[in-house]
């Protein structure tokens, strides 16, 4: 059975940093295209983060360019979601998500955060 | 950007009924790279349709989709009690992969 769980979330000031970590089982993270995808509360859903099966090409929503990060750690089988300079407008709950090829197969339950002072 | 817009935002119908839920793409899209997800209240996404018209794995086939180029279609055939959800479609073929805004379909 395929899983993967995020860890990481909560409350930080903005500006603050914060790490969000995916843990997979069931699946190699290094043979599928992993996302992270946000979800503002009550809103739709926001491709934040995208690494390739490679690990050689890596997006991110203009949103988040330049304050987030994403990484994978093969060895752990794990997917990370480095965020700084985090803002109000930041606050949502973050999934990590899977495909091989485009469509996302598998989903997280998520991991909220919420940035406030 | 391909921005997909989702309508109507709101379907109001009863079980039994048929559901039909409109996505457009503000560009041509090609079928491979259109999919479908339902969200449930406090639960994460669910593939439903992949390539516009194929069901994921443990779909029921009352869930189908249709459409290319710009202009793609959910239908529910017969409505089910836990079917009432948001649905979104999403494209992901170009970078960005963008989502729709969602469709709220409920009782």
């Known amino acids: 059975e395929v899983q993967l769980v995020e860890s990481g979330g909560g409350l930080v000031q903005p500006g603050g940093s914060l790490r969000l970590s995916c843990a997979a089982a069931?699946?190699?993270?290094?043979?599928?295209?992993m996302n992270w995808v946000r979800q503002a509360p009550g809103k739709g859903l926001e491709l934040v983060s995208y690494?390739?099966?490679?690990?050689?090409?890596?997006n991110y929503a203009d949103s988040v360019k330049g304050r987030f990060t994403i990484s994978r750690d093969n060895a752990k089988n794990s997917l990370y979601l480095q965020m700084s300079g985090l803002r109000a407008e930041d606050t949502a709950t973050y999934y990590c998500?899977?495909?091989?090829?485009?469509?996302?197969?598998?989903w997280g339950q998520g991991a909220l955060v919420t940035v406030s002072s | 950007e391909i921005v997909l817009t989702q309508s109507p935002g709101t379907l109001s119908l009863s079980p039994g009924e048929r559901a039909t839920l409109s996505c457009r793409a503000s560009?041509?899209?090609?079928?491979?790279?259109l999919v479908w997800y339902q969200q449930k209240p406090g639960q994460a996404p669910r593939l439903l349709i992949y390539?516009?018209?194929s069901r994921a794995t443990g779909i029921p086939d009352r869930f189908s989709g249709s459409g290319s180029g710009t202009d793609f279609t959910l239908t529910i055939s017969r409505l089910e009690p836990e079917d009432f959800a948001v649905y979104y479609c999403?494209?992901?073929?170009?970078?960005?992969?963008?989502f729709g805004q969602g469709t709220k379909l409920e009782i």
């Open positions: 999403q494209q992901c073929g170009s970078s960005p992969r963008t």
């Open positions: 690494i390739s099966r490679s690990g050689s090409t890596l």
């Open positions: 998500a899977c495909g091989t090829w485009g469509p996302l197969d598998y």
């Open positions: 560009q041509s899209v090609s079928s491979s790279y």
């Open positions: 069931g699946l190699t993270v290094s043979s599928y295209e």
């Open positions: 390539a516009a018209s």
